[in-house]
């Protein structure tokens, strides 16, 4: 993760400087906020083209290579690239080598635009970068096809006549009107003119197949023939992308102790999948977060304490409510429901993986803590600013902030814990792929198959405008990144060319049917991972070796317990 300033100023001074005291201020305000993206390195380069000042700053959090590396990356032809983001597939980078720097040995080699659209084109990676091409004084810039980094833009106007890019805000300013970058197309600039490149990856399109009348699934003990073959394909897309996502983090101690990897964990299936998996590519030794968040509701505190005040007369309760409460009276609850059945998954965790350290971080919010730190979040998810994003960001910058409680077991005592992961595993996208929210059950009572269809065709083309910048934004403002294994565009395109019934299927229960593709590799994974727990004549470390080779090799569903 990685922090990303551009400018493009007219120059008011023979030595190319900008006398412009508001732009200087918030430049600077930007550049300390970009800086938290990445405390590894800060650098900045300053290049003067015609009536022009060109200021490219970055900063680096190092998740690649065994050094940190400062940005932005240069050459002495004049070529600059700020890059934020993970190549994972598509262009070869070696365990120690640094992804940046591959992508700028690439990019010096090529001589027009459609081989820099198609090198990037090519890469399966969250990304956004901008690239200056100093022989044509060309500025490349853009973001992965789905949006999973932030790029923040903003056009000159009269009133403010340069033109930026950002991966970070400082809230709302006067000095600029920005908007997230579209992921529609690469754009090049010379900086009198903007003209998008054509569109440089598309993400497949839903399966449009629609089934007569599917069988139903019984139980996800039993997979029927008809999904067999997806559910183990589902099983080895996933694996690989959290395999890429998890492996060659750098250490940033010796201590085996602290975690590189953690899970924003509410204890539903697509992040206890993800912790599943990642139990397979990390080290043993290192333990693996699982970051839960709750939050003080001073409602539920008020009827609990005072009694349903909604009843009184107006002036009472107003009086009620003046009067606050006495909180040093009270034992607070954060038993909300993400809380408990993560606490429950967790226990099914340490059974399933024993040798496993998991550490449940309960992230508790007070709700006077969360007060404080609205105008804060509110400024790093700007220009998102609806109460449902505010409500979202909230969770993600108190869960990204790692700072909590561990118990070693349900009736242990809490020790204090500050996460030291700096990749944070993500489910989202299972719902919008695989059918996961209410209203598909809805569309399917209105419209049948095609119904659902054409929900999931609409879920996917949102997800790129949708909520990924804003939750860059957010984690990345406390030096952590977050990777969406279901996300990879392998993934994506995997699950889109699936009919529709291989994913969904509404006619069967809530709590059922809703991503039942994922449901079923679930219950078969899990089965795999009680045999190997459960060998006892195996010999140590053999029970996972064969559990590693059946789920490698699509057999996990015969491994009965």
Known sequence: ??????????????????????????????????????????????????????????SELRLRGEAYVSQPHKDDQGNLLCWNGEIFEGTEVAPLENDGAKLFSLLQNLRTSAEIRDCLGNIEGPYAFVYYERSTQTLYFGRDPLGRRSLLLHRPTRAQPYFLLTSVSVGAHPGYTLEELSTEHLYAVDIAALAPLEIFARIEPINRLLPDDPPKVQDLDTIPPHLTTAVDDLISQLDHSVMLRVRDIPRRSKLSSQARVAVLFSGGIDSTMLAFLANRHVDPAEPIDLLNVAFENPRKITVKTEGNIGGLPKRERKRKIREGLDYSTMEVSYDVPDRLTGLQEVEELRRLCPGRTWNFVEVNVPFEESKGARPIVEAIMFPSRTVMDLSLAMALYFAARGVGQIRSGPDAQPVAHTSTARVLLNGLGSDELMGGYGRFRTAFKHGGWQAIVDELQLELDRIPVRNLGRDDRVISSHGRETRHPFLSLSVVSFLAQLPVHLKVDPRLESG???KLLLRLAARKKKRAMQFGSHSARMAPGEGDKHERDAVQSGRTGGLEV
């Open 512 to 514: 059922f049917g809703e």
């Open 1 to 58: 993760m990685c922090g990303i300033l551009f400018s493009a100023c007219p120059a008011t001074a023979e030595d190319g400087s900008v006398h412009d005291q508001s732009f200087d201020e918030l430049h600077e305000q930007l550049r300390f906020a970009n800086a938290c993206r990445g405390p590894d390195a800060q650098d900045t380069v300053v290049v003067l083209e015609g009536s022009y000042r060109l200021s490219f700053t970055a």
